[in-house]
């Protein structure tokens, strides 16, 4: 799941998993209601990918720009595992090809 943050999430430029019912405005409480994450689609990958790349990378939100495969970061575990799991069904791919296509490069 990704956390769009304050600004992210105010701008309106990102759909949210509560997007229906308006945007909070207090970003605490939309962050307690769990508001400000953008929303997935049902397989739980990022709606903004397109044909297995990033439709918005130019204008990804921070924790997408933070990311990095190799993370140790525990914050990421979801998002390596789901790009392991990804690389599993491509023959031959690379853990940083997966990345790289995820994200558009």
Do not use: W
């Not at 229906?20 to 769990?34: L, N, S, T, W």
Request: with cysteine; hydrophobic share 30%; net charge negative.
């Amino acid at each position: 799941m990704i956390n769009l943050n304050e600004e992210e999430y105010k701008s309106g430029r990102f759909r949210t998993v509560l997007e229906e019912f308006g945007i909070e405005e207090g970003f605490k409480d939309a962050e307690m209601e769990g508001a400000n994450l953008l929303a997935q689609n049902e397989d739980e990958s990022c709606i903004y990918l397109d044909d297995n790349k990033c439709s918005i990378h130019e204008d990804r939100p921070k924790v997408c720009r933070n990311f990095f495969c190799t993370s140790k970061n525990k914050q990421f575990a979801g998002m390596i595992k789901k790009i392991k799991e990804y690389k599993s069904g491509i023959k031959g791919c690379s853990l940083s090809e997966s990345a790289n296509s995820i994200a558009g490069k």
